[in-house]
């Protein structure tokens, strides 16, 4: 069943120049580690609207949570009409139209599933942010600084994970009603430091390739016993849409593999197990093209504002932080409202320039916002209309991605729940 009352909400989900407003109530993203809560312990407040659940809301002992990274409406839309993995979720259980938080970035979203918290509250909201006590650009998946070429250089530096990340995870919460969690991840970050921190509670388990972590998945739900929550996230789809762009047919192929991979391994083993199951299916955002040879430069377009941005520990200026689909800047307050002034001008038709309180003050981040989120976020905001990019030059950061995702286009920023029952 295709939840109407989801389309509804979503569509009226608008502001701007036909930007997706982020919903944090009822139809967002950002209500489903509540909701998992809720289904799993029959405790718990908030969460999505019981009409996001039909008749699959009762008690279950046992969720699987598949999280295909980028698999946003954009894609979801077409697919379950074609391919039997989705078009059973269609007809046999519930698909609800969400909206992404903002920024729609994979480090806002991976983090709230592993936390419960918005971006505003745990301060991880993007694949770049300025972090205070390093006075640098950092990349907090990474564990790194920006632009460096290998994971983990803060840890190198001493800088300590917890220090980072929140260190009160969703996964101890459901401990706390008895329930066992364990996260399946790329072997390659499975045990990272952001991984190890915002996974604490959980067990991780490292897989190299999709029917591995499948066949891993299968051979755990057979053995363990009591309330058991697992989580599969799987990212290739979004790493080749960057490098491809998401309409690319190198995409359409590994979308189309993932799928066929569920339906020949994951719906017999959960159709098997001789138990009540729920099947969730879920993506962080969407993506959108763009064209880096057409990227809007803005310490090109507004060359007063390298000299309006403070220098960082490395000596050099705090940029560029976000993406080039959502672009923070850090101005020095007594130059801000004149380079505000300065990028509209620049801008004009092809991107929105916000003060970040403003969108602070609208709840784009979330209904808080912690002193470690105000410390990183920057004081400008600029978004991009559709398929426009917007960075700063910077031989560090190449441009060469041909998909990008973190504004709030309709295909970055709406996405979707799937849920099923066995």
């Known amino acids: 069943m295709l939840n109407v009352a ?16 982020p919903i944090y109530t009822d139809y967002g993203f950002a209500n489903l580690p509540a909701t998992i809560e809720r289904i799993m312990s029959g405790q718990g407040r908030g969460g999505l609207p019981e009409a996001a659940l039909g008749d699959l809301g009762a008690h279950h002992e046992t969720v699987v949570l598949v999280f295909v990274d980028a698999l946003g409406w954009r894609f979801f839309e077409p697919y379950a009409a074609e391919h039997p993995f989705l078009q059973r979720f269609v007809q046999q259980g519930v698909v609800s139209r969400l909206t992404t938080m903002f920024p729609s970035t994979t480090a806002a979203h991976v983090t709230l599933m592993h936390t419960g918290l918005t971006p505003g509250a745990s301060g ?11 006075n640098r650009v950092i990349a907090p998946l990474l564990f790194s600084f ?17 220090s980072i990340f929140p260190t009160t995870t969703f996964y101890q919460r459901l401990a706390s009603h008895g329930i066992a969690s364990t996260i399946y991840q790329h072997t390659s970050y499975a045990h990272s430091s952001f991984s190890t921190t915002v996974c604490a509670g959980a067990k991780l388990i490292p897989f190299r390739t999709l029917s591995e972590a499948l066949t891993i998945l299968h051979l755990r739900l057979k053995k363990k016993r009591g309330p058991h929550y697992h989580m599969l996230y799987i990212d290739t789809a979004d790493m080749l849409a960057h490098s491809y762009s998401p309409e690319a047919p190198h995409v359409a192929a590994e979308i189309d ?49 390298v000299a309006a941005t403070p220098l960082g520990s490395d000596g050099l200026p705090i940029a560029p932080s976000g993406s080039n689909r959502d672009l923070f800047l850090y101005i020095n ?10 990028l509209r001008t620049a801008l004009a038709g092809q991107a929105e320039v916000y003060p970040t309180e403003e969108l602070i003050n609208a709840g784009f981040f979330g209904p808080s916002s912690s002193p470690r989120f105000l410390s990183r976020v920057g004081n400008i905001v ?18 060469k991605f041909k998909g990008a995702h973190g504004g709030l286009s309709e295909a970055e920023a709406l996405t979707q729940v799937a849920i099923l029952g066995y």
């Open 6 to 21: 989801s389309l509804a909400a979503t569509a009226a989900a608008r502001f701007g120049p036909g930007f997706v407003r």
């Open 124 to 134: 991880v909201f993007e694949w770049f942010f300025y972090e205070p006590q390093c």
């Open 146 to 162: 920006a632009g460096d070429k290998q994971r983990e250089t803060l840890a190198e530096a001493g800088v300590a994970p917890a």
């Open 257 to 305: 593999t993932i799928l066929t991979t569920l339906e020949r391994w994951l719906h017999p083993a959960l159709s098997s197990l001789g138990r009540r199951v729920l099947l969730m299916l879920i993506a962080d955002h969407g993506q959108i093209a763009v064209q880096p040879s057409k990227t809007l430069l803005l310490n090109r377009l507004v060359p007063s504002l």
């Open 333 to 342: 307050e007594d130059r801000r409202s004149g380079i505000i002034e300065a």
């Open 382 to 399: 600029v978004l991009p209309h559709p398929n426009v990019s917007v960075w700063w030059e910077d031989k560090r950061f190449p441009l």
